[in-house]
């Protein structure tokens, strides 16, 4: 269906790009970020079927960069991706991307080198069809904005802190789910089930973001639609990490197409688009003197942004209203093994008919403590059959023509997507990109694509330079997308005909999933050598670079019997860490304990460790350290060797039980962080040694706590804690 036999001229095309670096005020402070040609989004780039595109990309940064064109059908080379198809455009470089526009439709580009996209490098890339349509049209991209460094906000989430939530909580009441939520709700059973089952707080998004932007502004305008008037809304999601809720207080949204991609159009009242999705909705203008607000509510209904249809008065749409947290929670546990596995208690869940977060939805399932009348086991998820507002999903998206596959030979893939959520690993049968060889398909060959989500988010798995069919009632006539947006215990099947050649990305499109390792390669065999990367062995090792990331945090405790704290440098597999007690002025001694080990198993709960331990305490005349075991130790100074394990147990308490050079045993058991209130956190300790404490932090800030402690060594302490 691309086969393009050139009847026409093609009509050359040129943009000039010229990233640099800037300074933007969106959210209240002044920020680094990146524009191209002095503005955020990247500009609305026009072409028309059968041009051909030249862009030149001029590097003014002093780091690398890349453009990748999502959702374009193009030469290999001329995909973007660095180190795997494209050459990295190098600081105060230009580069040349040429391919020729073989489709039409709604697509965008971004950056895809590291996590540039998060700071402004993304824009929308309209193809229009040859004949032009009397219809008018507007562009819409999305984003998110934070005023944290992408780089700390990717850092952070592998620290499982729940700083996010503190600060959601500032809007929405409950978004931590403490102790204390839990027991004012009467939801402590819950509450507890929840971490029995090694779970930390509900959340639909991970990041917390200080905006929503709609074409770059919290609020973008377009007052030049009249009465009755049918445009075509070209919505287009250039976020890092939100799927937004769209609504219109227009009336019903017509959807168009999807991914760039024509559709039977279907009316819907709402819709939810994934990260990286694109859908054009056709929309009418009721009323002159109107403006009728189009809303793009983050999933976890923190913000939103605005488009406003139209001038005049201003009509706006419903706001959403806050998520029941504990509902969620509630369903969770329902949906949790204890062994980590998702149960879909025989529902066979595919293609979002069936939303797990329904419960969550005042609108849907009515207020607190109410549950919906519709509940049988089928519909009790299905919010088209709970209510008369209805929601689009895949199942509903038909394709105008036949997307059947040509007959060939047809290789199929399972894939079980896979997750972390406390230690943030994300991955496909529990193996990032550089844990896994690149994935060997011929030309000729269609290829499926079972897959399985096994984890607590929904993924919207991407593949670049294809179009595969999303399978569904429609037989023949499913659609064609490039991403699929897939909930937690779906099924999905998707399906192309390989046509190309070289090496394609399939990732997650959740920008700190994908840069986790949530992600394949697929790869031609017999493909040309790319002449833009001369030596492939050693520009995939900076591709695997990204997933096999080291990350640092630390804390420490400063209190008024001394001081103690810990470490760790880990990533997906590895963990260094270290721990220390210091008394002041020799007082109480010194106590360093290292390890490094490897996680083990999808859950990661597994932790085997070697390590060195030094401690030095002026012990008393005939002073003997006894542990439970009846082992001594008379020792002032001891130095050990020492091998161990540690397991997070139900309840999230973590066991560690070891064995030193000496001889010597520990048992350990200790908890850390118990959300008692929305910033009061309770840790625990106790072991073998007849060493024990308890401490009580209050949150300040996401760098610092005040805190209080009882140590068995130490006594009493008080003063505060840092963490970064
Ligand atoms: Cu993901």
Known sequence: MFGCTTFFAQKKVRYDLYVRDTTVNFAGKEKFAYSVNGQIPMPELHFTERDTAEIYVHNELNTETSIHWHGLILPNEQDGVPYLTTAPIKAKTTHLYKFPIVQNGTYWYHSHTKLQEQNGMYGAFIIHKRETEPMKEYTLILSDWTNMKPFEVHRRLHMANDWSAIKKAKIQKGAVQSYGDAIAEGRFKTKITNEWKRMLAMDVSDVYYDKFLANGKPEAEAPDFKKGEKIRLRIINGSSSTYFWLNYAGGKMEVAASDGMDVVPVPVDRMIIAVAETYDVFLTIPEDSVAYEFTATSEDRIRHASLWLGKGVRQLASPLLSLKYFDGMKMMNDMMRMDGNLDDMGMNMSLQQMDMNVVMYPEITGEKGKSSNNDTANNRYNSNALSDIVTLNYAMLRSPVKT?????????????????????????????????????????????????????????????????????????????????????????????????????????????????????????????????????????????????????????????????????????????????????????????????????????????????????????????????????????????????????????????????????????????????????????????????????????????????????????????????
């Not at 090792?541 to 990350?551: I, Q, V």
């Open 404 to 724: 059947t596959l040509p007959d060939a030979p047809t290789k199929v893939l399972h894939f079980t997507l896979s997750g972390n959520m406390n230690r943030y690993v994300w991955s496909l049968d529990n193996k990032t990109v550089s844990e896994t060889d690149k994935i060997l398909i011929k030309k000729g060959e269609n290829v499926k694509i079972v897959l399985y989500n096994n984890s607590m988010m929904r993924h919207p798995m991407h593949l670049h330079g294809h179009f595969f069919r999303i399978k569904n009632s429609y037989g023949d006539y499913s659609p064609l997308k490039n991403v699929l947006d897939i909930m937690p215990m779906e099924t999905d099947t998707i399906e192309f005909a390989a046509t190309e050649s070289g090496d394609w990305f399939f990732h997650c499109h959740i920008l700190y999933h994908m840069m986790s390792g949530m992600g394949r390669i697929f790869s031609y065999e017999n493909s040309p050598p790319n002449p833009q990367l001369p030596n492939p062995e050693k520009a995939i090792k900076k591709l695997y670079a990204d997933d096999r990331e080291f990350h640092f945090m630390i804390q420490n405790d400063f209190a008024s019997n001394g001081n103690d704290g810990e470490m760790m440098y880990m990533n997906t597999r590895y963990n260094l860490q270290a721990e220390w007690r210091l008394g002041y002025m020799g007082e109480h001694g010194y106590e360093v304990e290292t390890h490094f080990g490897r996680y083990v198993g999808r859950m990661q709960w597994l932790f085997p460790y070697a390590g060195f331990d030094y401690r030095y305490r002026r012990m008393g005349i005939d002073e003997v350290e006894k542990n439970i075991f009846g082992q001594a130790n008379t020792k002032d100074e001891r130095k050990a060797l020492c091998i161990g394990v540690q397991y997070t147990l139900p309840l999230l308490f973590i066991a560690d039980g070891r064995i030193d050079s000496d001889g010597k045993f520990r048992l350990q058991l200790m908890r850390e962080d118990i959300p008692l209130t929305k910033r009061l956190r309770l840790n625990v300790m106790g072991n073998s040694d007849l060493e024990y404490m308890a401490g009580l932090k209050y949150v300040l800030d996401k760098t610092f706590s005040l805190s209080a402690h009882y140590d068995s060594d130490m006594g009493f302490g008080a003063g505060f804690t840092f963490m970064y």
